[in-house]
């Protein structure tokens, strides 16, 4: 697939089948994550792998509890309630596999840094026919130390970019993106 028609076709997909992606594919993703720019040439991210769509569904299961008992600190999140309350939500949408983008501590852009790894990592998915979509909600469960403890998250490692991958049940959703707004072109 052209990097164009990446670019332009890429959305999130929230349906997958539970075909299990190749440790290989995965490995792929991730290198053609670590391709992107980074501030000072510093590099300072790592990776967490999380596969099956069973083990993935239980993380779902813990990340809508704590946010359920969390909510009043997290005022912005008050209209997902009813969704983090549903049983059948699956915040995964059936996902096989989920790949975490930390910041390393010491960066001088780390955010930065590790969004872009984030973009080309979907970009790649994409381009291999493959579905993704960043999981902002899943970051809340990876800041907690026992969360952090269980899958041996270093200290000063940031969750960044909880992005799932897998194999499209469907097309996704076409999301219509607005044009640039240009504040200024000086000719
Ligand atoms: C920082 C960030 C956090 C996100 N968190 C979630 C999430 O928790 N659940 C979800 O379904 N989509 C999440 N998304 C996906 C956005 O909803 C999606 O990118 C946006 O609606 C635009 O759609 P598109 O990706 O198809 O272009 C997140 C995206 C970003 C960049």
Redesign the pocket.
Known sequence: MELREAIYS???V?AYSAEPLSRETLEELMQAAVQAPTAMNLQPWAFGVIEGVERLRAYSDRTKAYLLDNLHSLPGLEQYRELFANPDTN?F?GAPALVVIFAKPGGVAPDFDCAMAAQNLMLAARAEGLGT??????AFLLNQAEVRQELGVPEDYRPI?PIIVGHPLQP??P?E?AAPQVIFWQE
Do not use: D, T
């Open positions: 890429r959305r999130s929230r915040l949408y979509c960043w999981i902002g909600f899943f970019a996704a959703e999301v993106k």
